[in-house]
């Protein structure tokens, strides 16, 4: 019987490897890594660079097993040792993720862009926060795409900006208050008047009365500048101001106006069932000829009682 030939593998190649790639003076260098490894080491959270390098060792490409040749290390680092390579490509290289883990990195932003979205708006028509699925949902129609490279507080402002050209959607006011001298009080209301805010109380006891007020966050940083000329203080209330409260619901007459006829027949069925009751018992009571033609005739009733519930269980069904 014959054996198979084994053939021996001259390269030894690193699958399921995190690859950070690095291109320096027109050549490519790579190391392996372990998943989830890169980040936590850039962002200091490990320390230990043996649990971070599958090992220190310089490639050309990874997948293939070629290393890195020693002068191309020397002209592009001005070093072959490896260690010393390998720290610099793992700081200032790009790392190579796997469709699916990018794919889920970009849901996960999208969710968080989403989320910052709707902690900063609200329906211009309800004054109420949109749900978050409702921003997704959005966002999906207007074909946003997340950019991994860009803060998600920045894609949410940009995000909000596209928005209100299509929805009925703005920026959630922020509450403040404004405490200035006296005299400065007429140049304040002014001011207010002249960035739309509303006014929701006012307080003139005192030397440094105090306004209470709500106004679009654009204007935030005039009104800073503004309280700063008029000596005066400012005091964030609420980032995010939204009307509070459970929506009314006026369609609960439907509901009602659905169900009479089926209660309707279903008193007549009970009702049915009563009177038949009642002739049971009366018949009880009647002498023995008597009794047996009632009993008779109370078996008669039922059968034609079970045969009228059954079709009108079947007509309520389909209705």
């Known amino acids: 019987m014959s054996k198979s030939l084994v053939q021996p593998i001259g390269q030894k190649r690193l699958t399921n490897v ?3 790639r690095l291109k320096k003076h027109g050549v490519r260098f790579e190391i392996a890594c372990y998943k989830n490894k890169v980040l936590s080491w850039r962002s200091g959270v490990e320390k230990d660079l043996d649990e971070v390098l599958q090992s220190q060792t310089v490639y050309s490409n990874v997948s293939k097993g070629i290393l890195a040749k020693s002068k191309d290390l020397i002209a592009a680092f001005g070093t072959d040792d490896q260690s010393k390579i390998c720290l610099e490509i793992l700081d200032k290289g790009e790392l190579q993720v796997a469709g699916k883990e990018r794919e889920s990195q970009l849901s996960s932003q999208f969710r968080d862009i989403a989320t910052i979205v709707m902690q900063k708006t609200i329906n211009s028509e309800t004054q109420r926060p949109y749900t978050i ?3 997704e949902r959005l966002m999906h129609e207007i074909h946003f795409a997340v950019d991994p490279n860009t803060s998600s507080k920045k894609q949410a402002l940009e ?3 596209e928005l209100q050209k299509h929805f009925p959607i703005r920026r959630s006011p922020m509450r403040l208050r404004l405490i200035v001298p006296e005299k400065n009080i007429p ?7 002249d960035w739309n805010a509303n006014v929701t109380s006012k307080d003139e006891s005192g030397s440094h009365p105090s306004v209470v ?5 654009g204007n935030f940083r005039d009104c800073d500048a503004v309280m700063r000329n008029l000596q005066g203080r400012l005091e964030i209330l609420a980032v995010s101001v939204h ?3 459970d929506a009314h619901v006026d369609d609960y007459e439907l509901m009602e106006d659905f ?3 089926s209660t309707k027949e279903s ?5 049915l069932g009563e009177k038949l009751h009642r002739h049971d018992i009366s018949a009880e009571n009647s002498s023995s000829k008597d009794q047996i033609s009632r009993s008779i005739l109370s078996e008669d009733c039922h059968m034609k009682a079970e045969i009228f519930l059954v079709r009108h269980s079947e007509e309520v069904f389909c209705h």
């Open 18 to 20: 995190a690859i950070v």
């Open 133 to 135: 699925s409702m921003i």
């Open 159 to 161: 995000v909000i900006r």
């Open 187 to 193: 140049t304040l209301m002014e001011k207010l008047k």
């Open 213 to 217: 007020c709500e106004m679009e966050p």
């Open 243 to 245: 009307v509070e409260g």
């Open 259 to 261: 169900a009479p006829s």
């Open 267 to 271: 008193d007549s069925v009970t009702q």
